[in-house]
T-cell receptor
């Protein structure tokens, strides 16, 4: 069974640019969440999608957005990049109906903003 | 103050030692408590899951939850070099959506042979 796949794994951008990250969840999983991981703040929740609807959103500015497609794949976009957006962006999927905390994480997309 | 506090370490122990990792939290609504392990350049993977208070054991790992003190622990017995990783505590509240977890910053553990 394939795991959560995130692309690209590494990318370098400059301030003011925008970036789109992609996530393919485990087959059958309809919930996709996104987290930002930095050494200083740890993992911080960005947003969660379920059946193409955003169900929950963390405390991030509007420059951070996302969407989910009918096949459960998800993308997140960060516009007008800032130096502080440099981080590991993790996508996680989970199975519907089980609030067990068992999120399955991808290996992340490491974004560096210069 | 963050809702979940975790000492980032680093923690360095010899092989065979008992390791104790801890988190405190402030939100009394948290009902589900988890420990994730994250190897370098990998995503976190779920180690232990506990609902409400009590203990749970799985092989060399034991998770404890004390809701009265808002304190959770993970014990690793007979630690191995392969246990070297960052350990993240996480929790969620009853009724919250599936993907919304609150994480500690993680404790970096090194087990040396």
């Amino acid at each position: 069974k394939a795991g959560v796949t995130q692309t690209p794994r590494y990318l370098i951008k400059t301030r003011g640019q925008q970036v789109t990250l992609s996530c393919s969840p485990i087959s059958g999983h309809r919930s996709v969440s996104w987290y930002q991981q930095t050494p200083g703040q740890g993992l911080q929740f960005l947003f969660e999608y379920f059946s193409e609807t955003q169900r929950n959103k963390g405390n991030f500015p509007g420059r951070f957005s996302g969407r989910q497609f009918s096949n459960s794949r998800s993308e997140m976009n960060v516009s007008t990049l800032e130096l502080g957006d440099s981080a590991l962006y993790l996508c996680a999927s989970s199975y519907q109906g089980a609030n067990t905390g068992e999120l399955f994480f991808g290996e992340g997309s490491r974004l560096t903003v210069l | 103050q963050k809702e979940v506090e975790q000492d980032p370490g680093p923690l360095s122990v010899p092989e065979g030692a008992i390791v104790s990792l801890n988190c405190t939290y402030s939100n009394s609504a948290f009902q589900y408590f988890m420990w994730y392990r994250q190897y370098s350049r990998k995503g976190p993977e779920l180690l232990m899951y506990t609902y409400s208070s009590g203990n749970k054991e799985d092989g060399r790992f034991t998770a404890q939850v004390d809701k009265s003190s808002k304190y959770i622990s993970l014990f690793i017995r007979d630690s191995q070099p392969s246990d070297s990783a960052t350990y993240l505590c996480a929790m969620s509240a009853r009724g919250s959506t599936l993907g919304r977890l609150y994480f500690g910053r993680g404790t970096q553990l090194t087990v040396w042979p």
